[in-house]
């Protein structure tokens, strides 16, 4: 067990809805990242955030976007989904925001799309 | 840019065998490296990490990489395979001395079966 909780753990919804997952770094990690995993794309880098400000952008879409709040917990919000948003979805943490890092991973939420 | 190629999908090797998964890397100045396991239906975990210093790097359950910096490989070994080895593993490459952002480049993934 890392100590990242992700929820929920399954995710079934249709196209063109929105929905939220949501994340609990581990305890003292003031980082959090969001990876989707996906057969086509392999794992790629969303989003991460640090300390309530967003650090870094990777291949993350106009309609997906993130917050993380004054207790360090994290949500990601996918909308107007498509059937190719099904994926597993990956939060990571990490104590700051520099290389030597270590990210810990979460579970993940399954999303499907249908 | 940052990347990492792991060269082979699948491995396979007898339970008892030393095994090997391959990583190499494309960064420009020094790597931090890391390698990832994911078991079934469960999130990635952490295996070791090269920073800086020694080339060899001992991490959790028995497993080891080697850095080799002319050959820009980051191999993953084990001296003897477990059937529980068994799940896909991940080589990754953080981007944070060359862009200053600490999310992780992964490869492809490496299944590996280790066969009783």
């Known amino acids: 067990d890392s100590g990242v909780t992700q929820t929920p753990k399954h995710l079934i919804t249709a196209t063109g809805q929105r929905v939220t997952l949501r994340c609990s770094p581990r305890s003292g990690d003031l980082s959090v990242y969001w990876y989707q995993q996906s057969l086509d794309q392999g794992l790629q880098f969303l989003i991460q955030y640090y300390n309530g400000e967003e650090r870094a952008k990777g291949n993350i879409l106009e309609r997906f976007s993130a917050q993380q709040f004054p207790d360090l917990h994290s949500e990601l919000n996918l909308s107007s989904l498509e059937l190719g948003d099904s994926a597993l979805y990956f939060c990571?943490?990490?104590?700051?925001?520099?290389?030597?890092?270590?990210?810990?991973f979460g579970p993940g939420t399954r999303l499907t799309v249908l | 840019a940052q990347s990492v190629a792991q060269p082979e999908d699948q491995v396979n090797v007898a339970e008892g065998n030393p095994l090997t998964v391959k990583c190499t890397y494309s960064v420009s100045g020094n790597p931090y490296l890391f390698w990832y396991v994911q078991y079934p239906n469960r999130g990635l975990q952490f295996l070791l990490k090269y920073i800086t210093g020694d080339n060899l790097v001992k991490g959790s359950y028995g497993f080891e990489a080697e850095f080799n910096k002319s050959q820009t490989s980051f191999h993953l070994k084990k001296p003897s395979a477990l059937v529980s080895d068994s799940a896909l593993y991940f080589c990754?490459?953080?981007?944070?001395?060359?862009?200053?952002?600490?999310?992780?480049?992964f490869g492809t993934g490496t299944r590996l079966t280790v066969i009783p």
């Open positions: 990571a943490s990490s104590v700051e925001s520099i290389g030597t890092d270590t990210q810990y």
């Open positions: 990754a490459v953080s981007p944070f001395i060359q862009t200053g952002a600490n999310n992780l480049f």
